[in-house]
């Protein structure tokens, strides 16, 4: 015979995320354990060539010899370059995409991400337009969350309510830019990227980099194009 508690008290689980953000963050885990455990290098030099974003496979005389450009606007977004890499965007996907996930459901977020991960390489495009550039990594998918989130996380009066924030009304895009507390989050993650960019240009070098303008790219989807995903409704315009 068991016992039942009269009186229950609810407790929050220590990791309480959405089931479909935590099998996000899973897949990119294994997919990076693969690469970086049982492939060889030359095995992940194909993986990187068949799937990570390259803009010059748009060139007229590259796309026909492969059909690579149709899925790698999606794809590259599920390698990384190092586990310090994926760490840092697990991280701040866990902090944005938590009250996103559980705003717009599992099929939204699917498309989300995809989407968001084509607008990202799309700004990045416009300014390496046919260049022979390897981009990879869900920083743009990231920043995406966090355009979206500017949207609705911060309330009228610029509090954030951690636990009830996805059911915080849409602000209206003239709210959001006449909100403080909006506007001071995207000064500062817009000053920083800006300051990785020319930082780069002026560090110059072939190494690694940081494909900052697929973040804007992804940020201004997320902000602008989150209504179209969002299941409740805007405050008054």
């Known amino acids: 015979m ?21 099998t996000a963050l899973a897949l990119l885990t294994l997919i990076h354990v693969v690469r970086t455990y049982l492939l060889s290098s030359q095995q992940d030099d194909s993986v990187l060539l068949e799937f990570a974003f390259i803009s010059a496979r748009y060139l007229p005389q590259f796309m026909a010899e492969s059909l690579a450009w149709v899925w790698t606007p999606v794809t590259y977004s599920f390698l990384h370059g190092s586990w310090e890499h994926l760490i840092f965007n ?75 924030a996805h059911l915080n009304r849409r602000l209206t895009i003239r709210e959001a830019l006449s909100n403080r507390s909006v506007l001071v989050f995207s000064a500062i993650w817009f000053l920083t990227n800006f300051a990785i960019g020319f930082g780069q240009m002026f560090a110059g070098g072939d190494g690694a980099s940081i494909a900052w303008e697929a973040h804007i790219g992804g940020f201004l989807f997320g902000f602008f194009f989150f209504p179209l995903f969002d299941r409740l409704p805007a405050g008054p315009a």
């Open 2 to 22: 068991s016992e039942v508690s009269l009186n229950p008290r609810k407790r929050e689980p220590a990791f309480n995320l959405p089931g479909s953000l935590v």
């Open 90 to 164: 697990s991280f701040w996907m866990v902090a944005f995409g938590a009250p996103v996930v559980r705003r717009i459901g599992t099929a939204r977020f699917v498309l989300f991400w995809c989407l968001s991960s084509a607008a990202s390489v799309a700004l990045h495009s416009l300014f390496h337009w046919g260049e022979m550039v390897v981009v990879i990594g869900a920083s743009g998918v990231v920043s995406g969350l966090m355009g979206a989130a500017a949207r609705f996380v911060f309330s009228p009066s610029g509090r954030i309510s951690r636990q009830f």
